[in-house]
């Protein structure tokens, strides 16, 4: 074989999905949640609990912050972002692409690339389908993904189709750049594994906003270009949530069967088991360990908020059913006069049980998915977080 990455279906229950992505670094059971390394860490988490309590195959990196700050060079003279960080599983990183649409007043869109102005000094850049995949191969992640231009969750039919033939643009120009520096043999850090060539992977990036049509369209275009995953991109950018769905729906059956599909950006564990269902493969998200620094926990009974009153003698832990060390050990009583009292460690505490949250829920799916369970499963799951979040407003009364 020789290919990148390997995947493959084991099972499968309507649209739901349970299989194997193998990069030259990890075996990956799918579905799976990737914890997000914004600036070469998990905000808060050691990689050594992520390892060995959590077993996380993959987390993801952000292009756009590294690239800032340390800045490539420097992470590539340190033999790229694996040993920089003593990451050694797979890594797939972002495009830089949903960072820069976030600095909307800030940036200026061509058919070449965006200008932007740093957060950090206000120092002028300039980010180019090129330029990204010259940092992602200097990072040296298993997984790359293509710069896409990213629309408003709301943006109109004829301001998404301009969108969205940007994006495929950019999708050919980020492969043709990628194909180049692949076959350039530059160092990057890269290992062959068995059957793998040691190369990264390429995935593409489909948009569309709301639009059905476009989204078909969008996601036309770029398995047109061809890749090696595909990823729906711009959701959970303030559209309703009944619209993501929909998106879901009608495009992730869709997606060619034959490679991992990548929802970017979502979500709440609901959101996750959801979108499973309509057929989506691989998941990142930033709230375990943001909703953790605002001590929200996530729970099989729903949202808790450790700041609540009604837990300063609370003795339980944030989820009687969770496996995680922090829940074995630490009484929502002592992590709310952590957080009260500003001690980092409460911050810390939280993220590690809400990554331990997700990642156990998503290997919950899996099994049930292999058992043929996971309809019932998704069922239960979900009206067990909405009744006990109906009980816990009613408790804050």
Request: proline share 4%; glycine share 10%; with cysteine.
């Amino acid at each position: 074989m020789n290919k990148p990455i390997e995947w493959k279906v084991l099972a499968q229950e309507g649209e739901a999905r349970a299989g194997i992505l193998r990069t030259r670094r990890s075996v990956i059971e799918t579905p799976v949640f990737m914890p997000v390394g914004t600036q070469g860490t998990v905000k808060g988490v050691r990689y050594e609990w992520l390892e060995t309590e959590m077993d996380a195959r993959i987390i993801l990196g952000n292009t756009y912050h590294l690239w800032l700050r340390p800045n490539p060079e420097i992470i590539r003279s340190c033999g790229g972002l694996h040993k920089f960080s003593t990451w050694n599983r797979s890594l797939l990183t972002d495009s830089g692409g949903f960072q820069v649409f976030s600095l909307t007043d800030l940036r200026k869109l061509n058919e070449e690339g965006v200008e932007f102005r740093s957060h950090i000094d206000g120092s002028k850049k300039f980010l180019s389908p090129e330029i990204s995949m010259e940092i992602q191969a200097a990072l040296g992640s298993e997984i790359v993904m293509v710069l896409d231009e990213c629309p408003k969750g709301d943006a109109g039919h004829v301001e998404t189709k301009k969108s969205l033939e940007m994006t495929a643009r950019w999708a050919k120009r980020s492969k043709d750049k990628f194909n180049q520096l692949q076959d350039s043999g530059m160092d990057t850090g890269f290992i062959e594994a068995d059957g793998l060539n040691g190369k990264q992977a390429l995935f593409g990036i489909f948009q569309g906003a709301g639009h059905l049509d476009l989204r078909k369209k969008s996601l036309e275009k770029t398995v047109e270009v061809g890749f090696d995953g595909y990823a729906i991109g711009g959701l959970s950018v303030g559209e309703e949530k009944s619209i993501m769905y929909e998106v879901i729906e009608n495009l992730a059956p869709q997606m060619p069967t034959d490679a991992p599909r990548y929802l970017m950006g979502v979500g709440t564990p609901e959101d996750l088991v959801e979108a499973v269902y309509r057929g989506v493969d691989m998941f990142d998200c930033v709230m375990p360990t943001r909703n953790g620094r605002t001590g929200s926990a996530f729970t099989s009974q729903g949202k808790l908020n450790i700041r609540n009153a009604k837990f300063i003698t609370d003795t339980a832990p944030l989820d009687s059913e969770c496996p995680c060390s922090v829940c074995q050990r630490y009484s929502r009583a002592y992590l709310r006069h952590l957080y009260q009292t500003g001690e980092m460690l409460a911050a810390m505490l939280i993220s590690h049980h809400n990554l331990a949250f997700f990642l156990d829920t998503m290997k919950k799916v899996r099994q049930s998915i292999k058992l043929g369970q996971f309809n019932q499963f998704r069922k239960d799951f979900l009206t067990k977080i909405s009744e006990g979040e109906k009980e816990n407003r009613q408790m804050s009364v």
